[in-house]
C-alpha cells in the first residue's frame, strides 16, 4: 500500500507539471550527482562513513539528499535519494567495495556463466529484493518525510546492460572488452541475466514509489559502449519491459531513461513509454526534439488517443561549470533557447564531478531560472 496519503503536501510540483508536457512558468531543474563528492559537507560525513554504510543508513542517506536542496534552497526543483545502482548486483549476492579515488570494485566479478550460480543468490528459496534492499525503500521514505514538500522525490535504478557490465568487468572500464566478449561469447545466458535484473529492477522501482519516490530514473550510463545493432539486442529490449510494467503499476510516476552515449538509438528509445529522455551534451537540443518527434508520428500511446509530448531532459556539458561564470550563463542561455519553454527539465548533460565548484553549480541553477522565466513569459 503506497504511504503517499502520509506525506507533507508537495509545494512545488514544476518538475511533476513539466514531465507531464504542461506548460510551466519556468524549466524545472535538478542534477545528477547533485548529492556527492563536490559539496563539502558530503566529503565530511564520507570521512566519517564508508560509501555502502551511507546507502544502508536511512538517517545518513536521508541526510546527504537533503544536503543540496539545503545549500542551494529555491534553486533545485528535485531531490535524488541517495544510494547507487550497484545495490542491485550486491543484493544479488555481489561483494562490492567503494575504493576512494577508483569508484566501485567487485570481490569475484562474473568470469563464466558457471559463476551466475556460484556467486548470484536472487534465486534462491526465500530471496526477496523487498527484504534486500528495504533500507533504501526507509531511505526513500525518511527523506520523503524531511524534505517536507519542498521538492519532489527520485528513486533510480541502474539499466540492466550497465548493471550487467559492472558485474562481469568487476569496475568502470575503459573497453569494457570482458563485458562485451561476453555477449558474444555467452549469448543465451547474457539473455537470461539480464532478464534477471530486469524483473528485479521492476520489484525495486515499484517498492520506491510505494516507499514515496514520485518519479523514477533509469541510469544506462554505459549504453555508448553498444552500437546500434547490440543496443537493440542487449539494452532495449529490458528497457522496454522496465518501462511497459512500470507504466502499467505507477502510471503518473514520471519515468525517465538517460541511455548515455546512445543517441543513435534515439528513436528507437522515443517510442518506448518513457515520460522523459535524458540527453547527453553530445546532441544538439533542436535535433534531438525533432527526431524524437518524428519517431513518434503515428504512433500513439495516451488513452485518450493524444501523442505523448515530447520532454527532453538535459544536457549542458558538465565541464562547462569549470568556465568562468559568464560563460556558465551564456551557455544555460544558448540551451534554454534549444529547448524551449515547454517539454523541457534543465540537468547537466551527466553528473557532477568531484572537483567541480558548488558555487559554480549555483551560477547555473540561477541562469535556468533567470533564462526560463523570461522565456517562458514573452
Ligand atoms: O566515494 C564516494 O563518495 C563515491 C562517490 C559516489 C556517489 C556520490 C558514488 C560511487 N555513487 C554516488 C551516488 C550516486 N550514484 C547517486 C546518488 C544520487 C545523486 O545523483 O546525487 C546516483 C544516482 C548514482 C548512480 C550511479 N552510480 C551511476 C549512474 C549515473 C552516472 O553517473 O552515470 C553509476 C554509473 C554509478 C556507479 C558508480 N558509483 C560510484 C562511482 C564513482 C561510480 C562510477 C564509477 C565508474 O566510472 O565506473
Given at each position: 500500500m503506497p504511504h503517499s496519503v502520509e506525506f507533507p503536501e508537495l509545494v512545488n510540483d514544476l518538475y511533476l507539471r513539466a514531465a507531464r508536457g504542461e506548460k510551466v512558468e519556468r524549466t524545472p531543474v535538478w542534477c545528477m550527482r547533485q548529492a556527492g563528492r563536490y559539496l563539502p559537507e558530503f566529503r565530511a560525513m564520507r570521512a566519517e562513513h564508508n560509501f555502502f554504510k551511507v546507502c544502508r543508513s536511512p538517517e545518513l542517506a536521508t541526510e546527504v539528499t537533503v544536503q543540496p536542496i539545503d545549500r542551494y534552497e529555491g534553486l533545485l526543483d528535485a531531490a535524488i535519494i541517495f544510494s547507487d545502482i550497484l545495490v542491485i548486483p550486491q543484493a544479488m549476492g555481489m561483494d562490492i567495495e567503494m575504493v576512494p579515488g577508483k569508484g566501485p570494485v567487485f570481490g569475484h566479478p562474473l568470469r563464466t556463466p558457471s559463476d551466475i550460480e556460484a556467486f548470484l543468490v536472487d534465486t534462491k528459496p526465500g530471496f526477496s529484493i523487498d527484504v534486500e534492499l528495504k533500507y533504501v525503500y526507509d531511505a526513500i521514505t525518511m527523506a520523503r518525510h524531511r524534505l517536507a514538500g519542498r521538492v519532489p522525490l527520485f528513486g533510480f535504478i541502474g539499466a540492466p546492460w550497465t548493471l550487467l557490465a559492472y558485474m562481469i568487468e568487476g569496475s568502470g572500464s575503459k573497453t569494457f572488452s570482458q563485458a562485451?566478449?561476453?555477449?558474444?561469447?555467452?549469448?543465451?545466458?547474457?539473455?537470461?541475466?539480464?532478464?534477471?535484473?530486469?524483473?528485479?529492477?521492476?520489484?525495486?522501482?515499484?517498492?520506491?514509489?510505494?516507499?514515496?519516490?514520485?518519479?523514477?530514473?533509469?541510469?544506462?550510463?554505459?549504453?555508448?559502449?553498444?552500437?546500434?545493432?547490440?543496443?537493440?539486442?542487449?539494452?532495449?529490449?529490458?528497457?522496454?519491459?522496465?518501462?511497459?510494467?512500470?507504466?502499467?503499476?505507477?502510471?503518473?510516476?514520471?519515468?525517465?531513461?538517460?541511455?548515455?552515449?546512445?543517441?543513435?538509438?534515439?528513436?528507437?528509445?522515443?517510442?518506448?513509454?518513457?515520460?522523459?529522455?535524458?540527453?547527453?551534451?553530445?546532441?544538439?537540443?533542436?535535433?534531438?526534439?525533432?527526431?524524437?518527434?518524428?519517431?513518434?508520428?503515428?504512433?500513439?500511446?495516451?488513452?485518450?488517443?493524444?501523442?505523448?509530448?515530447?520532454?527532453?531532459?538535459?544536457?549542458?556539458?558538465?565541464?562547462?561549470?569549470?568556465?568562468?561564470?559568464?560563460?556558465?550563463?551564456?551557455?544555460?542561455?544558448?540551451?534554454?533557447?534549444?529547448?524551449?519553454?515547454?517539454?523541457?527539465?534543465?540537468?547537466l548533460g551527466h553528473g557532477m564531478m568531484p572537483d567541480h565548484d558548488p558555487e559554480h553549480l549555483r551560477v547555473f541553477l540561477e541562469s535556468v531560472k533567470d533564462e526560463s522565466t523570461k522565456l517562458c513569459c514573452s
Amino acid at each position: 500500500m503506497p504511504h503517499s496519503v502520509e506525506f507533507p503536501e508537495l509545494v512545488n510540483d514544476l518538475y511533476l507539471r513539466a514531465a507531464r508536457g504542461e506548460k510551466v512558468e519556468r524549466t524545472p531543474v535538478w542534477c545528477m550527482r547533485q548529492a556527492g563528492r563536490y559539496l563539502p559537507e558530503f566529503r565530511a560525513m564520507r570521512a566519517e562513513h564508508n560509501f555502502f554504510k551511507v546507502c544502508r543508513s536511512p538517517e545518513l542517506a536521508t541526510e546527504v539528499t537533503v544536503q543540496p536542496i539545503d545549500r542551494y534552497e529555491g534553486l533545485l526543483d528535485a531531490a535524488i535519494i541517495f544510494s547507487d545502482i550497484l545495490v542491485i548486483p550486491q543484493a544479488m549476492g555481489m561483494d562490492i567495495e567503494m575504493v576512494p579515488g577508483k569508484g566501485p570494485v567487485f570481490g569475484h566479478p562474473l568470469r563464466t556463466p558457471s559463476d551466475i550460480e556460484a556467486f548470484l543468490v536472487d534465486t534462491k528459496p526465500g530471496f526477496s529484493i523487498d527484504v534486500e534492499l528495504k533500507y533504501v525503500y526507509d531511505a526513500i521514505t525518511m527523506a520523503r518525510h524531511r524534505l517536507a514538500g519542498r521538492v519532489p522525490l527520485f528513486g533510480f535504478i541502474g539499466a540492466p546492460w550497465t548493471l550487467l557490465a559492472y558485474m562481469i568487468e568487476g569496475s568502470g572500464s575503459k573497453t569494457f572488452s570482458q563485458a562485451k566478449r561476453w555477449l558474444w561469447k555467452y549469448p543465451k545466458q547474457t539473455h537470461q541475466l539480464l532478464e534477471r535484473i530486469t524483473n528485479l529492477s521492476i520489484r525495486f522501482l515499484i517498492g520506491q514509489v510505494n516507499a514515496g519516490a514520485q518519479m523514477l530514473q533509469v541510469f544506462d550510463s554505459w549504453a555508448g559502449e553498444l552500437g546500434p545493432q547490440d543496443f537493440s539486442t542487449f539494452a532495449l529490449p529490458y528497457l522496454k519491459k522496465i518501462a511497459e510494467e512500470l507504466k502499467a503499476h505507477c502510471p503518473d510516476v514520471p519515468l525517465t531513461v538517460f541511455a548515455k552515449g546512445a543517441h543513435y538509438a534515439l528513436e528507437e528509445l522515443a517510442v518506448l513509454p518513457f515520460d522523459v529522455i535524458s540527453l547527453d551534451w553530445t546532441i544538439d537540443p533542436v535535433e534531438a526534439r525533432k527526431r524524437v518527434q518524428k519517431a513518434r508520428e503515428g504512433v500513439e500511446y495516451n488513452a485518450a488517443g493524444r501523442r505523448r509530448p515530447v520532454v527532453l531532459q538535459g544536457n549542458l556539458d558538465p565541464t562547462i561549470l569549470f568556465a568562468d561564470p559568464e560563460i556558465i550563463r551564456l551557455r544555460t542561455k544558448e540551451m534554454i533557447e534549444k529547448f524551449g519553454s515547454t517539454g523541457h527539465i534543465a540537468n547537466l548533460g551527466h553528473g557532477m564531478m568531484p572537483d567541480h565548484d558548488p558555487e559554480h553549480l549555483r551560477v547555473f541553477l540561477e541562469s535556468v531560472k533567470d533564462e526560463s522565466t523570461k522565456l517562458c513569459c514573452s
